[in-house]
C-alpha cells in the first residue's frame, strides 16, 4: 500500500539502459519517500543516475522494474497521454540550458505551459507578473531569452515551472551553467518558492554550495542510494501546501 | 488550447532562419507564379481555339432536321419537303435571352470549273446580312469583297482555291452539283471576294454564296434550309441553350439542335486535353514542391529537436507538436502565395492584354487540331485554376509537413533534450 502523503514515492526501480551490446544499469533498485513540501538534493557523480531518477519521477522515462508514484499516481501504468497530462498539470521542469523558446519573450516563454493548460491570456498574464516580481524579474518580461542574462534566463525556467502551482519540480543540475553569486540568487528564489508556495523541489547536482542549501540531501553512486540525509533547516523552511499530494 | 498563440510561434518559428526560409518561399511563390501563368495561357489558348473554333464558319449551335448530322444529305431540310417558316424560327430562337443571333444555312457540294481548270467544293450559302453576326469569315476577306444582296450570283471562295484553279476577284466560274430533286444544278457566278482563314481545308475547299443562289442552285424552295446557326451571349452556356432549344423547337418541327462540343468533338476533347495537360503541369509541379518545403521543414525540425523535447517534457502533447510544425508549414505556404499572387497579377495582366506573339516560332498563324488559334497567344483569367493552384500548393505545404511533423512527435523528451 502506497500512502498518498508522499509527494514521491519509489519502490525498487530499476533502469537498465542498452547502448549497443552492452546494458549500463543507471538505477539499481532504487527506494525513496519525498515528503509534500520537501526542497530534496540528489547528488552524485557524473553517471550516478541522477539525471535518469529526475527522468523517471517527471515522467519523461519509463523504469524497467520497481514502482514510481507521483501525485498519488503509479506512473508505471501511465499511457505517454497520461503522462503528458501529468507533467503539466502536476510537474514543474527546470533544465540545465534553461530550454527557452529563443522566439518568445520572457513573459511568453514563463506562460507557456499555462498557454498549453487553455488558461485565458488576462490570467496567464496576471500570473506571470506576479511570479516575475517574486523571482527578480519584473521589467525584463517583453525581452528575448538572448537579451537577458544566464542567471535571469533561469528565473525565467524556474517562472515557467512555477506558474502553474505544480506539486513538484524537478530541476536537473538548474546551476550548473552559473556563476556561483547567480547560482545563489537563484537558491534564493527557489527556496523562497518553496516556502512561500509549500511546493515540493527534488533538484540535482554536484555544486557543493547547492547541497549545503538542500533541506535533504540524497547522494548517489552507481545507481543506488548511499546516503540520505534530512537537515534541521527543513522544519523552519517548508511549509507544507494544502493541497499538495 | 494554445490554437489564439500557435499562429504566432509558429511565424516566429519561421523566421528564426529568415534565409532558408525566404529561398523557400522565393521558390514556392516563383513556382506558384509558373502555375498562374500556365492556366491563364491554357486558359487563353482553350478559349481562342473555342472562339475561333466556332466562330469562322461553325457556329456555337446548330439546328437541323433530324438525321441532317453528319451525313448531310441537301435532301434532308428542316421541316422536310415542305420546309418550315424560317422568319418563325429564327424568331422563335432569337426569343431565348441568351441568344446573340442566328442565322440560316444551305450546304451542297459541287464542281467548280474555270476556264481549264475545276475542283471539287463544299458549298455554303448563307444569308450575307446576318451570317455575319455569328461568324467572322466576312472579316477574313483578302481580296475583294465579302457577299451582298445587291450580287446574288457572287460568290467568295478561298485563297488557295482561287491560286489552284488560276482565278481572282471578277473571274467567272461555272458550278456544277446533284440538286435536290435528283436533277443537275449549274450555273454561272463571279468571285466577288476572296478570303484566308488560315485553315488549309476551308481555303482550299470552300465557296461561299448567298442563301437564296444556292437554294436555286439546288432546286431547294426558299422555306427549305439546312441549318440554323446560332451564336451565344455566353459560349459555356452552349450545351444548356441547345438542350433548351432542342425541347422548345421540338414542339412545332422535328429539330436536332447541337452544340459545339457536338459539332466539333475534335476540339472540345482538346480542350479536355488542355485541361488535363495543365492539371498535369500542376501535379508536376506540386511534387516538386513537396520535396522542398519537406526539406525545409525537416530542417527546421531537426534543428530544433532538444526545444521540441523539451515543450513534450513540459507537457505539449504530440498533436499539438504536430499541429505546431503543420501551422509553420501553412504559414510558410501563404505567405509565400500572396507574394506569388502579387507578382502574378502583373503577368496575367500582359498575358490578357499583349499576349505572346507567336510569329516568330511558328512562322505566322498556327493552328491546333483543325482550328486557327492565331498569330497571338492571349492569356485568360482562370480564377477557378488560380484558386486549385493556389489549394494545391497549400495542400502541397500541409502534406509535405507531415513526415517532419509525425517525426518530432515521436521524439522522446529524454532524448531529444539530451540533443546539441
Redesign the interface.
Known amino acids: 500500500m502506497v500512502l498518498a502523503e508522499w509527494a514521491v514515492e519509489l519502490k525498487e526501480v530499476r533502469k537498465t539502459y542498452r547502448t549497443g551490446p552492452i546494458d549500463v544499469p543507471a538505477l539499481r533498485g532504487v527506494s525513496l519517500q519525498i515528503a509534500a513540501g520537501e526542497f530534496a538534493a540528489v547528488a552524485g557523480p557524473s553517471g550516478s543516475g541522477k539525471t535518469t531518477l529526475l ?1 523517471i519521477i ?1 515522467g ?2 519509463r523504469a524497467d522494474a520497481g514502482e514510481v508514484w507521483v501525485a498519488g499516481q503509479n506512473l508505471q501504468l501511465l499511457s ?2 497520461e503522462l ?2 501529468l ?3 502536476r510537474i514543474g ?1 527546470v ?1 540545465q540550458t534553461y ?1 527557452l ?4 519573450s520572457a513573459l ?1 516563454n514563463a506562460e ?2 499555462l ?4 488558461v485565458p ?1 488576462h490570467k496567464r498574464r496576471e500570473k506571470v507578473e506576479k511570479l516575475f516580481s517574486e523571482v527578480g524579474l519584473a521589467g525584463l518580461e517583453d525581452r528575448r531569452p538572448a537579451e537577458l542574462s544566464g542567471g535571469q534566463q533561469q528565473r525565467v525556467a524556474v517562472a ?1 515551472a512555477m506558474v502553474t502551482e505544480p506539486a513538484l519540480i524537478l530541476a536537473d543540475e538548474p546551476t550548473a551553467n552559473l556563476d556561483s553569486a547567480t547560482a545563489i540568487a537563484l537558491l534564493d528564489v527557489m527556496e523562497h518558492l518553496n516556502r512561500v508556495t509549500g511546493t515540493t523541489f527534488i533538484f540535482s547536482t554536484h555544486d557543493p554550495q547547492v547541497m549545503e542549501r538542500a533541506h535533504r540531501f540524497i547522494r548517489l553512486r552507481d545507481g543506488q542510494i548511499t546516503s540520505d540525509e534530512t537537515r534541521d533547516r527543513q522544519a523552519a523552511g517548508v511549509a507544507a501546501k494544502g493541497d499538495a499530494v | 488550447m494554445i490554437s489564439g498563440r500557435l499562429p504566432q510561434l509558429a511565424w516566429r518559428n519561421l523566421w528564426r532562419n529568415p534565409r532558408r526560409t525566404f529561398i523557400t518561399m522565393a521558390a514556392i511563390a516563383f513556382g506558384y507564379v509558373m502555375l498562374l501563368f500556365v492556366a491563364c495561357l491554357m486558359a487563353g489558348l482553350r478559349w481562342q481555339m473555342i472562339q475561333n473554333g466556332t466562330c469562322l464558319i461553325m457556329s456555337q449551335i446548330q439546328v437541323h432536321a433530324p438525321g441532317y448530322y453528319p451525313s448531310r444529305s441537301i435532301k434532308k431540310t428542316l421541316g422536310g419537303r415542305q420546309g418550315t417558316d424560317v422568319s418563325a424560327m429564327l424568331a422563335a430562337i432569337s426569343a431565348d435571352r441568351r441568344v446573340y443571333a442566328a442565322t440560316p444555312r444551305v450546304y451542297g457540294y459541287g464542281l467548280l470549273s474555270a476556264a481549264h481548270r475545276s475542283a471539287g467544293v463544299e458549298l455554303m450559302g448563307v444569308a450575307p446580312d446576318q451570317e455575319p453576326k455569328v461568324t467572322i469569315l466576312n472579316s477574313q476577306i483578302a481580296k475583294g469583297s465579302y457577299l451582298s444582296a445587291r450580287m446574288p450570283k457572287g460568290v467568295v471562295i478561298g485563297d488557295k482555291l482561287a491560286s489552284t484553279i488560276g482565278i481572282d476577284v471578277g473571274s467567272e466560274i461555272v458550278l456544277l452539283t446533284q440538286a435536290a430533286d435528283g436533277s443537275m444544278g449549274n450555273d454561272v457566278y463571279t468571285v466577288v471576294g476572296i478570303f484566308h482563314s488560315g485553315l488549309d481545308a476551308v481555303d482550299r475547299g470552300l465557296v461561299l454564296m448567298s442563301l437564296s443562289s444556292l437554294q436555286d442552285l439546288l432546286h431547294l424552295a426558299p422555306a427549305r434550309i439546312h441549318e440554323v446557326g446560332i451564336k451565344l451571349n455566353d459560349i459555356t452556356a452552349a450545351t444548356t441553350v441547345a438542350a433548351a432549344l432542342d425541347l422548345q423547337l421540338d414542339k412545332t418541327l422535328p429539330v436536332q439542335a447541337m452544340a459545339w462540343p457536338e459539332l466539333a468533338p475534335e476540339l472540345a476533347n482538346y480542350v479536355e486535353f488542355n485541361r488535363a495537360i495543365t492539371f498535369v503541369l500542376f501535379f508536376i509541379f506540386f511534387l516538386l514542391a513537396v520535396l522542398g518545403i519537406m526539406n525545409t521543414m525537416l530542417m527546421a525540425v531537426f534543428e530544433r529537436t532538444r526545444e521540441l523535447g523539451m515543450l513534450m517534457a513540459l507537457g505539449m502533447r504530440p498533436v499539438q507538436v504536430i499541429v505546431l510544425i503543420l501551422t509553420e508549414a501553412a504559414g510558410l505556404a501563404v505567405a509565400s502565395l500572396v507574394v506569388g499572387g502579387a507578382l502574378g497579377v502583373p503577368v496575367l495582366w500582359y498575358l490578357q492584354e499583349h499576349g505572346l506573339d507567336l510569329g516568330g516560332a511558328s512562322g505566322g498563324v498556327i493552328s491546333l487540331a483543325g482550328v486557327v488559334v492565331g498569330r497571338l497567344w492571349y492569356g485568360r483569367q482562370d480564377f477557378p485554376a488560380y484558386g486549385e493552384a493556389a489549394l494545391g500548393l497549400a495542400a502541397t505545404a500541409l502534406v509535405s509537413a507531415l513526415y517532419p511533423a509525425w517525426r518530432a512527435a515521436h521524439f522522446r523528451p529524454t532524448e531529444a533534450i539530451r540533443k546539441v
Open positions: 527522468n517527471g519523461l522515462d505517454s497521454g503528458a497530462h507533467r503539466l498539470q521542469f533544465f530550454n523558446l529563443p522566439v518568445l511568453e507557456f505551459t498557454l498549453l493548460q487553455g491570456a515557467r
